[in-house]
Nanobody, 118 residues
Framework: QVQLVESGGGSVQAGGSLRLSCAAS????????MGWFRQAPGKVREFVAD????????SYADSVKGRFTISRDNAKDTMYLQMNSLKPEDTAVYYC???????????WGQGTQVIVSS
């Protein structure tokens, strides 16, 4: 089992920045990748970005490329999401998740709210 706790959400104006953190505990040795997902009101949850823990290789949704940066600190079992140039359409609950090698994302945090006002 892996436990995940997100932090860093809040309210900002459009064009502002926020940094989300996701701290993992438990069987963290089994983590192959960590990812960020988000769910806006009335919409399905969508992929934002993820990172391979060993290599640092990253991938991003097109909607956040160039604005968001995912990173990790393996020593702390923590992942970050630096969000710049925020837009109102970035408003959502952001969730972090973990998957094992060749597995699905099956460990999830409780979510942190991000609100971007115009």
């Amino acid at each position: 089992q892996v436990q995940l706790v997100e932090s860093g959400g809040g309210s900002v104006q459009a064009g502002g920045s926020l940094r989300l953190s996701c701290a993992a505990s438990g069987r963290t040795v089994s983590m192959h990748a960590m990812g960020w997902f988000r769910q806006a009101p009335g919409k399905v949850r969508e992929f934002v970005a993820d990172i391979i823990m060993s290599s640092g290789s990253t991938s991003y949704a097109d909607s956040v490329k160039g604005r968001f940066t995912i990173s990790r600190d393996n020593a702390k079992d923590t992942m970050y999401l630096q969000m710049n140039s925020l837009k109102p359409e970035d408003t959502a609950v952001y969730y972090c998740a973990v998957r094992r090698y060749l597995g699905q994302y099956n460990y999830w945090g409780q979510g942190t709210q991000v609100i971007v006002s115009s």
